[in-house]
């Protein structure tokens, strides 16, 4: 447990959650600050501060678990869609230095889902500035 952790309090406790589901490695527990009805934030027990920190079998169980909430969300909440989103490092805006993995249903009823991306997929992409660092992220991957 991290030294004023909000995530290391709710799994110890000592702060208020609504817990959808627990395993001996996981949490999962609602949003205060739902991007869309039903979204929920599944964490490791074990304290990692992103997902540059954490162990490989912490980020195993988190990310099963998130696939076992996202199922439960399309069925039961009748969501049309899920975003798993991860924020690592506060200007990819990371909030709580805790890993998490955001579970957001997704509805084509806007009045239940407020997220919006300033991203907008399908507008190409500068193709030699693609190939320049798919190039050099290749190489240190290959070690």
Known sequence: MAENCVFCGIVAGEIPATVVAQTETTYAFMDINPASDGHLLVIPRRHSKDLLEIPADDLTAVTLEAQRV???VAT?????GVNLLNCCGADAWQTEFHFHLHV????????KDRLT???RPGQGGDAD???DLGGRLEAVLED
């Not at 957001?104 to 009045?111: Q, V």
């Open 76 to 80: 039961e909440l009748g969501a049309d």
């Open 129 to 131: 500035l693609r190939a």
């Open 117 to 119: 991306l300033p991203w």
């Open 104 to 111: 957001i249903p997704r509805y084509r009823d806007k009045t």
């Open 70 to 72: 996202a199922r439960a």
